[in-house]
């Protein structure tokens, strides 16, 4: 599980990196705010929701809570005698890890929305 989130955390900027000017750069003056967390990357969809991540968040929160619930259920149901340990991870818990990292590093290597820009040979918009 830390290898999947690890290879995450890794191949995530470097997809990003390969969109140079697509991606989106906040300047010295912005401030990190909690939205940066489910908006997009790109220029064309930095001021909307990524879906990407917002299904990696609410996946992620998901797995958390039935893992905690397996530690509880083992808490709930021990003895003082008892020596704990953590529940193991079914196969089944990674899986649905690592299929979600890999869509989430797979969505972000897709060009995302619209950008300012008009389409090749669409007229520009006078404002």
């Known amino acids: 599980m830390l290898g999947l989130s690890s290879a995450t955390a890794v191949a995530a900027p470097i997809v990003l990196g390969t969109k140079?000017?697509?991606?989106?750069?906040?300047?010295?003056?912005?401030?990190?705010?909690?939205?940066?967390i489910f908006f997009g990357d790109d220029t064309g969809n930095d001021d909307r929701l990524d879906f990407s991540k917002v299904q990696q968040f609410f996946l992620t929160v998901v797995l958390i809570a039935v893992y905690a619930g397996a530690i509880f259920y083992l808490l709930s149901t021990s003895t003082p005698t008892t020596a704990l340990a953590f529940p193991p991870l079914d196969s089944g818990?990674?899986?649905?890890?690592?299929?979600?990292?890999?869509a989430y590093?797979?969505?972000k290597a897709l060009p995302q929305g619209q950008t300012d820009q008009?389409?090749?040979?669409?007229?520009?918009?006078?404002?």
Not at 93 to 102: D, E, K, L
Not at 118 to 127: R, V
């Open 118 to 127: 008009p389409a090749q040979g669409a007229p520009a918009a006078d404002g």
């Open 105 to 107: 590093i797979a969505y």
């Open 93 to 102: 818990f990674i899986g649905i890890m690592a299929v979600s990292q890999t």
């Open 20 to 36: 140079g000017a697509n991606l989106s750069v906040k300047g010295p003056a912005d401030l990190p705010a909690w939205r940066d």
